[in-house]
């Protein structure tokens, strides 16, 4: 199942009533992702009256978590998370406000952060990609040669790692794996993956 993410780490700003809205958000594919690119917005505008977020990641199973972070419940992170099921998957947006001393009521506040949120997307681009899986390779030295052509034919680049045998870490798009474990099939080669004892 391909999916569509943000194309790159973006961040754009919008003023209602003398009210800055900042929005940035990124493509992440782990709650602990999510979790550094939030910790490092609200870091970098310590100050600001609010740091509203929603984000969508992993599968399965998914993970969608959003917040209003102080603002009145449900006109700040549910409008952002709306805008985020609508558009992306393994992503993050986060909408920092300066308060500009105008209070927009309910319907304003759901109205600035959905724009804010769609805002983003737009400059940040959207990008389709295809889930993949982490795999690792370890085999000896004298299988090298057929391992490096085999994921070269398939497109794939690896991470090599040279000690008593070669490990290679690679990224393996799902709709590749079946194919990719049958060319790869030797009894010297163990294949693994990534993150599993």
């Known amino acids: 199942m391909r999916y569509t993410t943000l194309a790159r780490e973006a961040e754009t ?35 600001a009256t609010h740091h509203c977020y929603a984000f969508r990641v992993g599968g399965p199973p998914l993970v969608d978590r959003y917040s209003d972070d102080g603002e009145p ?22 909408v920092t406000r300066y308060f500009g001393g105008t209070k927009l009521g309910t319907g304003g506040l759901v109205k600035a952060y959905t724009q804010a949120a769609q805002a983003l997307i737009e400059t940040a681009g959207r990008l389709e990609k295809e889930p993949c899986l982490s795999l690792e390779l370890h085999y000896p030295y004298a299988l090298s040669g057929t391992i490096e052509y085999q994921l070269a034919q398939a497109g794939l680049k690896a991470e090599f790692t040279y000690s008593a045998d070669v490990q290679a870490q690679v990224e393996v798009p799902l709709s590749q794996k079946e194919q990719l474990l049958a060319q790869l099939s030797h009894p010297q080669l163990l294949i693994r993956e990534a993150n599993t004892p």
């Open 13 to 47: 700003e919008i003023i209602i009533l003398k009210s800055r809205f900042i929005a940035s958000g990124c493509e992440v594919q782990t709650v602990e992702a999510a979790e550094a690119f939030l910790h490092k917005t609200r870091e970098r505008w310590p100050d």
């Open 73 to 94: 419940s449900g006109t700040a992170g549910k409008p952002i998370m709306t805008v985020l099921e609508h558009n992306l998957y393994n992503a993050i947006l986060v």
